[in-house]
């Protein structure tokens, strides 16, 4: 009996004692972890549209929430384990028009207070996109940098995964250590260049290795819309698939190639290339000879699809076997930027006679915002006859609102973007009506409102390239080039600002310097 009262403290004390070495053991982990704070802040705009983007458009997460953002650092990823995750505030919107100063400020205003408060870090990630435009601000994303660097202190590494499409200027490229953008458009290395970003950050970290040694850039004057530059044609295709290989190379950190954004006009609108590395004469080496091909390719670049005028691409499909038979309202393209509200293209299908009957070939149009045509949809409901106005509301440039009759086939509420979608037939178009503008991109976009492309004649999107499921489903496809906010026609847009000379807007074109420059780096 004594000896069992002696155990028992003895167990309690053997239980404390584990107890305490694995605090202490915890203790020193959270001590070898890096701390790493998250921040983004990204939208592609278009100073060609007269939409103005604000700050609720960007779905801004806090702390925590941003984590369901990045599935690669889920509470359970090797990843996620390997630092001391700090997020901060990530906004993401559309893309769209300018971006408020007001919207700017506030977002970069909150992150900064937020990386304040929590600082120091080892490590900071940014998600940034690189097309951003601000009212009244050139080189936003250079601006934010310089921020977020004055904020963290020069002594921490900052690792910014971009967008192909987005711009790097001289302040960026100075203020980010590690650098590397998507290697694929449409984008389906999104996440898988975001994961790049952060594994290498903590590699350089983990390794003690630091910032790379060297950043070489090279400014190429070349600006091509995305439509031209598709990773799944040549010569982008090659081009890009040479990326990977060349990076894995002793002495290279990453390579980046950016088309640029084609859009708006700013100094830093073209492409470039900017390889990180600590290997002087291989970073350089690579740089020059990435943005060689670029230049050398830059008269290859063509549109993804066959492309010509809405009528041009009518009367094909109209006479085609093709089933469904894809076409483009690349105009107003709301994943490049545009309103995705002009009208123009629906006016002159719903005017063509081809389509007045329910007989008709049938077309899916997708889509046109037009809020209250939504709520009298709502409120006659499916089965029933609704008319009123659709679209223009704010780019009304090219075309006024259109008046759309019909019968309601469908009434969807809860998306994120568009929030009640409807779709009206009208003759043999089925016209997807949304309360607020939304891109289609998926099968499933379109079969939640009981419409199936695969059983329809001619479906027509506003989108530039097509996106993977739709690719996929597209028997034939053609870009109708229509006007709006992204108008494919970049040469007869009128530039103020960007680079001169620059390929295409100026011809006989002697080459270039290509030579590539050593940023300083960022504690320079
Ligand atoms: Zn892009």
Redesign the pocket.
Request: with cysteine; proline share 6%; glycine share 8%.
């Given at each position: 009996m004594k000896r069992l009262v002696w155990l028992i403290p003895a167990c309690c004390l053997v239980a404390f004692g584990l107890v305490l070495q694995a605090f202490r053991q915890s203790r020193a982990d959270m001590q070898a972890s890096p701390r790493i704070a998250i921040a983004g802040i990204a939208i592609?705009s278009s100073t060609f549209s007269p939409a103005r983007t604000e700050e609720a458009a960007f779905y801004t997460k806090y702390g925590a929430d941003a984590f369901s953002s990045y599935p690669f650092l889920s509470p359970d990823s090797p990843l996620r384990q390997q630092a001391i995750w700090i997020p901060t505030v990530v906004g993401r919107a559309l893309p769209g028009g300018v971006v408020t100063r007001k919207a700017y400020e506030s977002i970069v205003s909150k992150t900064i207070d937020s990386l304040n408060a929590h600082k120091p870090f080892d490590g900071v990630y940014l998600d940034i996109h690189g097309a951003m435009s601000v009212e009244g601000l050139d080189d936003p994303e250079g601006d934010y940098l310089q921020r977020v660097r004055k904020a963290v202190g020069n002594s921490t590494i900052i690792s910014t995964s971009m967008?192909?499409?987005g711009n790097v200027s001289w302040r960026l490229a100075k203020n980010t250590d590690l650098i590397t953008c998507?290697r694929k458009?449409p984008?389906e290395d999104a996440l898988e260049t975001k994961e790049r970003a952060v594994t290498q950050l903590i590699s350089r970290i983990k390794s003690g290795k630091g910032k790379p040694a060297f950043k070489a850039y090279v400014n190429v004057p070349v600006l091509l819309p995305?439509e031209k530059t598709s990773t799944r044609m040549e010569p982008a295709k090659s081009l890009y698939a040479a990326v990977s290989p060349a990076a894995r190379q002793n002495g290279i950190t990453d390579i980046s190639v950016w088309v640029g954004y084609a859009w708006a006009d700013e100094p830093r609108n073209h492409a470039a290339v900017m390889v990180t590395g600590d290997d002087k004469e291989k970073t350089l080496q690579i740089a020059e000879q990435m943005a060689r091909r670029f230049w050398d390719a830059r008269a290859d670049f063509s549109f993804v699809a066959p492309a010509g005028t809405l009528n041009e691409c009518l009367a094909k499909a109209l006479i085609s076997k093709q089933q469904p038979y894809f076409i483009s309202d690349c105009g107003d393209n709301p994943t490049a930027g545009a309103p995705g509200d002009v009208t123009w293209t629906l006016k002159q299908l719903l005017a063509r006679k081809e389509f007045a009957d329910t007989k008709g070939r049938s077309v899916i149009y997708a889509s046109i915002p037009g809020p209250d045509l939504v709520k009298k949809a709502e409120a006659v409901g499916v089965g029933f006859r609704v008319s009123g106005n659709v679209g223009a509301e704010v780019d009304h440039r090219f075309s006024g609102p259109v008046r759309l009759s019909g019968i309601v086939r469908a009434i969807v509420k809860g998306d994120k973007d568009a929030e009640t979608e409807v779709v009206v037939q009208a003759g043999s178009v089925n016209v997807i009506v949304t309360k607020k503008r939304k891109a289609y991109r998926t099968r499933k976009d379109f079969t939640m409102l009981k419409l199936e492309p695969l059983q329809t004649d001619i479906v027509i999107v506003k989108l530039g390239y097509l996106d993977p499921e739709l690719y996929a489903m597209k028997a034939g496809w053609m870009l109708a080039l229509t006007p709006g906010g992204v108008d494919q026609n970049i040469e007869g847009l009128n530039f103020k600002r960007i680079q001169r000379p620059m390929f295409p807007f100026d011809k006989n074109l002697r080459t270039p310097d290509l030579r590539a420059k050593l940023v300083p780096l960022s504690h320079e």
């Amino acid at each position: 009996m004594k000896r069992l009262v002696w155990l028992i403290p003895a167990c309690c004390l053997v239980a404390f004692g584990l107890v305490l070495q694995a605090f202490r053991q915890s203790r020193a982990d959270m001590q070898a972890s890096p701390r790493i704070a998250i921040a983004g802040i990204a939208i592609e705009s278009s100073t060609f549209s007269p939409a103005r983007t604000e700050e609720a458009a960007f779905y801004t997460k806090y702390g925590a929430d941003a984590f369901s953002s990045y599935p690669f650092l889920s509470p359970d990823s090797p990843l996620r384990q390997q630092a001391i995750w700090i997020p901060t505030v990530v906004g993401r919107a559309l893309p769209g028009g300018v971006v408020t100063r007001k919207a700017y400020e506030s977002i970069v205003s909150k992150t900064i207070d937020s990386l304040n408060a929590h600082k120091p870090f080892d490590g900071v990630y940014l998600d940034i996109h690189g097309a951003m435009s601000v009212e009244g601000l050139d080189d936003p994303e250079g601006d934010y940098l310089q921020r977020v660097r004055k904020a963290v202190g020069n002594s921490t590494i900052i690792s910014t995964s971009m967008d192909l499409h987005g711009n790097v200027s001289w302040r960026l490229a100075k203020n980010t250590d590690l650098i590397t953008c998507y290697r694929k458009a449409p984008h389906e290395d999104a996440l898988e260049t975001k994961e790049r970003a952060v594994t290498q950050l903590i590699s350089r970290i983990k390794s003690g290795k630091g910032k790379p040694a060297f950043k070489a850039y090279v400014n190429v004057p070349v600006l091509l819309p995305g439509e031209k530059t598709s990773t799944r044609m040549e010569p982008a295709k090659s081009l890009y698939a040479a990326v990977s290989p060349a990076a894995r190379q002793n002495g290279i950190t990453d390579i980046s190639v950016w088309v640029g954004y084609a859009w708006a006009d700013e100094p830093r609108n073209h492409a470039a290339v900017m390889v990180t590395g600590d290997d002087k004469e291989k970073t350089l080496q690579i740089a020059e000879q990435m943005a060689r091909r670029f230049w050398d390719a830059r008269a290859d670049f063509s549109f993804v699809a066959p492309a010509g005028t809405l009528n041009e691409c009518l009367a094909k499909a109209l006479i085609s076997k093709q089933q469904p038979y894809f076409i483009s309202d690349c105009g107003d393209n709301p994943t490049a930027g545009a309103p995705g509200d002009v009208t123009w293209t629906l006016k002159q299908l719903l005017a063509r006679k081809e389509f007045a009957d329910t007989k008709g070939r049938s077309v899916i149009y997708a889509s046109i915002p037009g809020p209250d045509l939504v709520k009298k949809a709502e409120a006659v409901g499916v089965g029933f006859r609704v008319s009123g106005n659709v679209g223009a509301e704010v780019d009304h440039r090219f075309s006024g609102p259109v008046r759309l009759s019909g019968i309601v086939r469908a009434i969807v509420k809860g998306d994120k973007d568009a929030e009640t979608e409807v779709v009206v037939q009208a003759g043999s178009v089925n016209v997807i009506v949304t309360k607020k503008r939304k891109a289609y991109r998926t099968r499933k976009d379109f079969t939640m409102l009981k419409l199936e492309p695969l059983q329809t004649d001619i479906v027509i999107v506003k989108l530039g390239y097509l996106d993977p499921e739709l690719y996929a489903m597209k028997a034939g496809w053609m870009l109708a080039l229509t006007p709006g906010g992204v108008d494919q026609n970049i040469e007869g847009l009128n530039f103020k600002r960007i680079q001169r000379p620059m390929f295409p807007f100026d011809k006989n074109l002697r080459t270039p310097d290509l030579r590539a420059k050593l940023v300083p780096l960022s504690h320079e």
